[in-house]
């Protein structure tokens, strides 16, 4: 795996406003795409977004079951079916999702032509990559993702291998896989010459919830983490009434969780101008951006 973008596809909380979808967020793994929420509209917003083809849909993954989150799911269902997919597809998310699904498609009568999967409360495991989750605190049942990619082998010294006799060729290759080789009487051991394995990168995605240590211990020493902002500092009591959190819950997870890079998103729509949330979650954590729609974040592979 190579390139990972992060493309987010609805950046509003409970209801759209003209410059802001609801919740959808696309990453991107070499072509493939992991869909996270799928808001009312988030179909369009696939359309319009550069790079992004809702045919290369590898998974989607529903954090709860409130509206702004799941709407969208029914639509862009019959609009892969019309577009004659074949390949199978399953759908992650808390208990309930599957009833929602049956539902949806029995009331529209509407029968997929691809496989189509229902997983409650499940891990998905992808090609160089997995998404696991932790539960959150919301008002129902909800549930934060986080996409890590597959540990890659440790760094190969050249210089050490030719120093030890090794003949460059195949012999290279299989102490890169971690294969001790034989060269005349001697054992040339991969550990001498592979560095230590080095970790994949991480991406969490956290919303709806208050502040939790289940947060914090998902986003650990993640890359990028994509959590709600869903107030400001100046709203923190009606935060915690509606299950939500502010700019600076928001930073605080950040820096305890030692990430990388926080991405505020699902911003109310009484904030026309996010920049003030941005400012108070940089006093808690330094690398903080506000999302928007269509904002397209390469995550960067490490040295």
Do not use: K
């Not at 990972?4 to 793994?29: C, D, Q």
């Not at 050249?158 to 009487?185: N, S």
């Amino acid at each position: 795996m190579q390139d990972l973008r992060i493309v987010f596809l609805g950046t509003s909380a409970a209801m759209p406003s003209r410059e802001r979808n609801v919740a959808g967020v696309a990453l991107v793994t070499d072509g493939r795409v992991l869909l996270f929420d799928c808001g009312e509209g988030t179909q369009h917003q696939l359309l319009r977004a550069d790079g992004v083809r809702s045919g290369a849909l590898d998974a989607i993954f529903i954090s709860h079951l409130h509206g702004d989150h799941v709407y969208g799911l029914p639509g862009l269902l019959a609009s892969l079916s019309l577009n004659a997919r074949v390949a199978p597809l399953t759908l992650y998310g808390p208990r309930g999702l599957r009833a929602y699904v049956e539902s949806a498609l029995a009331t529209t009568q509407h029968n997929p032509i691809f496989p189509l999967f229902v997983a409650e409360e499940s891990e998905h495991r992808g090609d160089g990559y997995r998404v696991d989750f932790a539960p959150v605190d919301h008002t129902t049942r909800c549930l934060a993702w986080r996409f890590i990619e597959d540990d890659r082998p440790g760094r190969f010294d050249v210089d050490r291998a030719r120093e030890l006799g090794v003949p460059a060729g195949p012999l290279y290759a299989q102490l890169q896989r971690g294969e001790d080789v034989t060269i005349g009487d001697r054992i040339v051991r991969a550990a001498d010459v592979v560095g230590p394995s080095r970790p994949g990168r991480r991406v969490v995605y956290c919303t709806d919830t208050r502040p939790c240590a289940a947060a914090i211990e998902l986003a650990r020493g993640a890359d990028v983490l994509i959590h709600e902002s869903t107030y400001g500092a100046e709203m923190q009591e009606e935060a915690r009434d509606r299950a939500h959190s502010t700019s600076v819950d928001a930073a605080r997870i950040a820096a305890e969780a030692g990430v990388g890079q926080l991405w505020l998103t699902h911003f109310s729509t009484r904030y026309t101008d996010v920049e003030p949330l941005v400012n108070e979650a940089r006093a808690v954590f330094p690398h903080v951006t506000a999302a928007a729609d269509f904002a397209c974040v390469a995550v960067e592979r490490p040295l």
